[in-house]
């Protein structure tokens, strides 16, 4: 547990052992707070997902900066090699995963994610998924993950309790029908359960942002390349 806590942040280790768990989870009641208003409102899940992005980059900025902690949130050259390495490892094979049943489910009259083609064709957000993947992996795998292991919770209990509230996030913010917000759902299941095993080897954030990255890039060739290559 200690190798979470940097050494060279005693403010850290006297008032922030859990503080960046109770911030990760202050901010996402108040981003599923926000989407739940905005699901009755023009706005929609938007300005959830807004504070979601940023929200989650700014704290996880301030807070290491606060107390010296980038070692303790696992944003850190420690280990960058090896993490890049498993992550991207382990990403390939889930991305290859992915886009084999995603193009059985195609070859089988399963319906384009339309939605999801809208926003990232018609409103041209796909130049922003590496923002979203930052923000998601330093709030899940680096804030509440660390928080809670420093509370003394079990290992593997807090790889289920990020992978599950990372998982209900999707039906918060994604600005998407019911349908589509399940399917991102199930898709983030590996992505938290694998990339909080990864982040445990590696005591590094950057082993889940180079997995998540892959099976983004994966998302996106769901979307734009395999509906034509199945018909």
Do not use: K
């Amino acid at each position: 547990m200690r190798a979470f806590l940097s050494p060279a942040a005693p403010a850290l280790a006297i008032h922030g052992r859990a503080l960046s768990a109770r911030l990760a989870l202050g901010l996402v009641g108040a981003v599923w707070a926000l989407g739940l208003v905005g699901h009755v409102t023009p706005l929609t899940e938007w300005p959830a997902l807004v504070l979601y992005v940023l929200g989650s980059i700014g704290l996880t900025l301030w807070y290491c900066r606060r107390y010296q902690a980038w070692r303790a949130i696992g944003l850190t050259g420690v280990n960058l090699r090896s993490a890049l390495l498993w992550g991207g490892l382990v990403g390939a094979a889930l991305m290859l995963v992915d886009l084999a049943n995603t193009f059985v489910y195609y070859r089988g009259g399963g319906a384009p994610l339309a939605e999801m083609e809208r926003i990232l064709v018609g409103m041209r957000l796909a130049v922003l998924f590496p923002l979203l993947v930052l923000a998601e992996e330093w709030l899940w795998r680096g804030m509440l993950f660390a928080g809670l292991l420093a509370r003394g919770l079990n290992r593997h209990l807090v790889v289920l309790i990020t992978t599950a509230l990372y998982m209900l996030n999707h039906y918060a913010v994604a600005p998407v029908g019911l349908p589509e917000r399940g399917l991102m759902a199930l898709m983030a299941l590996p992505i938290g359960l694998v990339g909080g095993y990864l982040v445990l080897r590696t005591r590094n954030v950057w082993a889940g942002v180079a997995l998540h990255g892959l099976t983004m890039v994966s998302m996106l060739l769901d979307v734009f390349v395999l509906p034509a290559l199945a018909r």
